[in-house]
C-alpha cells in the first residue's frame, strides 16, 4: 500500500523550467528522507537532490546546483523538484524515492520509489 506516484514530466525546451511532483501514500512523510534520481541511457541512476528529514538537510549534486531547486510538504505527502535552466543533458528518467533515514544520496538508503516520469529537453 505504499506508494510513490510521480507527475509533471514531459518535453521542454533548453534554458526553460519544469515541476515535477512525487505525492507518497501509505505512511507519513515527516521523518523521511526524499530523493531525487535520474537515470539516461547506458549509465547508472544517478542522485540528483536529496531534501533531508525534519532534522536533515539538503544535499545537491554538482551538476544541478544552481539550477533545481526542491521542497516538500509534510501535511500533503509531496515532494517537489523545481527544474530550472534545464540543459540537453538533463534528458532523462527521473525518480522520487523515500527512505527512513535522516538525509542520504546513496540508492541503498531508499526503501520506496516512484516509477520514473520521462523528462526530455529539445535544444
Known amino acids: 500500500q505504499i506508494q510513490l506516484v510521480e507527475s509533471g514530466g514531459g518535453l521542454v525546451q533548453s534554458g526553460g523550467s519544469l515541476r515535477l511532483s512525487c505525492t507518497v501514500s501509505?505512511?507519513?512523510?515527516?521523518?523521511?528522507?526524499l530523493g531525487w534520481f535520474r537515470q539516461v541511457p547506458g549509465t547508472e541512476r544517478e542522485a540528483v537532490l536529496a531534501?533531508?528529514?525534519?532534522?536533515?538537510?539538503?544535499f545537491f549534486a554538482d551538476s544541478v546546483k544552481g539550477r533545481f531547486t526542491a521542497s516538500r510538504d509534510n501535511a500533503k505527502n509531496t515532494v517537489y523538484l523545481q527544474m530550472n535552466s534545464i540543459r540537453p543533458e538533463d534528458t532523462a528518467v527521473y525518480y522520487c524515492a523515500a527512505g527512513n533515514v535522516v538525509v542520504s544520496m546513496q540508492e541503498w538508503a531508499y526503501d520506496y520509489w516512484g516509477q520514473g516520469t520521462q523528462v526530455t529537453v529539445s535544444s
Open positions: 531534501i533531508g528529514s525534519v532534522y536533515g538537510r539538503t
Open positions: 501509505g505512511f507519513t512523510l515527516d521523518y523521511h528522507a
